[in-house]
């Protein structure tokens, strides 16, 4: 057996409590054998390509209880991973992981748990052809929701998202949508960092309109459109800086809002006509004073951003702003903070891969 594949079946093996076991042959799988054995032992057969026996011994397992059997097994069901693809047989088995979990293991379980969940959510979601489980969206968001808040499972988190944006299985709701989606990007999830600068834009084109039941605030506008450019849109730069140079009063910040027009037009490469337009209009419109300044933050920004710069990240799509609304003073020595989510409670779980 390769090393890999050991380290593998170890890790797994660990999560539950389980011991590394001798010898062991399906031939010995008796009523009387430790269940965490036929686990230990499916793991390894499963490892070293003997799926139809790993199956038989994983089996014998989840039906003693072993989460990580259950879930192993859910998996292979699932994916249709040596045995034949069975997604209701794989909806059972994942809910059997939650339903067997208990906190008196340590947490040792979570893992498990906590994509079952996500599992279990995504088949209420999309239902499972030719079966009793048809597509339930208030099922499928409770489900994201637990595994969400409880696990701090980003999976969960960009699929609660989802739901939240699309006012699937409840309303819609874009803060609540844009909060999940950053949990989720912030753990590394690059679908869910593209879901939260997406949101991040329309919430701010939406606080610039007053349309979609959000009030008319300039502010309230920086604010999202800072948060789109803190994750590296190119939209978001542009949007903050024609927010910050147009201004209204006191909010008015030039320097800042020609620095981040510059910044948008050098990313996008000079070829989107209203980022262009935008950065022309404003570059017409300021003293020699401001543009000198705003060009040399822009370049500091730049060569402190030199690989962002020659990725070219982000995206540079049609959203045209409209008129800066007016809105109450704010500081203008510094720009926008990006927003914050209100707090939550979340548990580190580590979601198995194998």
């Not at 045995?83 to 893992?111: W, Y």
């Amino acid at each position: 057996m390769r090393i890999s594949s050991v380290l593998c079946s170890a890790v797994l093996v660990t999560a539950c409590g389980v011991a590394p076991v001798a010898a062991f042959e399906i031939k010995d799988l008796t009523p009387e054998t430790p269940p965490a054995q036929a686990f230990t032992y499916g793991l390894d057969q499963y490892n070293s390509g003997d799926k139809a026996t790993a199956a038989e011994a994983l089996d014998f397992a989840a039906q003693k209880g072993i989460p990580g059997a259950q879930w192993k097994l859910a998996r292979m069901y699932a994916d249709g991973d040596g045995v034949s693809r069975d997604d209701l047989k794989a909806f059972q088995l994942f809910g059997e992981v939650i339903a067997n979990s208990s906190d008196d293991d340590g947490g040792q379980s979570a893992p498990y748990v906590s994509n079952a969940y996500v599992r279990l959510g995504t088949y209420y979601r999309d239902g499972i052809p030719n079966s009793k489980i048809k597509p339930d969206f208030s099922r499928a968001r409770q489900a994201f929701t637990y595994a969400a808040s409880f696990f701090g499972n980003p999976d969960a988190q960009l699929n609660l998202a989802k739901m939240l944006y699309n006012g699937e299985g409840g309303d819609k709701d874009l803060v609540q949508a844009a909060k999940w989606a950053k949990l989720s990007a912030d753990k590394g999830n690059a679908e869910a960092r593209g879901l939260l600068i997406e949101v991040s834009l329309e919430l701010a084109q939406a606080h610039l309109d007053g349309s979609n039941s959000a009030d008319q605030s300039a502010r309230e506008a920086a604010r999202w459109a800072q948060q789109a450019a803190d994750y590296g849109s190119v939209d978001g730069e542009a949007l903050l800086g024609h927010i910050l140079f147009e201004g209204d009063g006191s909010f008015r910040q030039p320097v800042d809002g020609l620095m981040y027009l510059t910044i948008a037009l050098r990313r996008s490469g000079g070829n989107v006509r209203w980022i262009a337009d935008m950065h022309e209009e404003a570059l017409s419109a300021a003293t020699d004073d401001e543009w000198n300044s705003a060009k040399l933050r822009a370049d500091q920004w730049m060569k402190a951003n030199a690989s962002l710069m020659a990725a070219s990240g982000g995206s540079a799509t049609a959203i045209v702003p409209t008129a800066t609304a007016s809105a109450a003073p704010v500081n203008a020595a510094a720009a926008p903070a990006p927003l914050a989510p209100p707090p939550i409670t979340e548990t580190a779980v580590s979601v198995p891969t194998n």
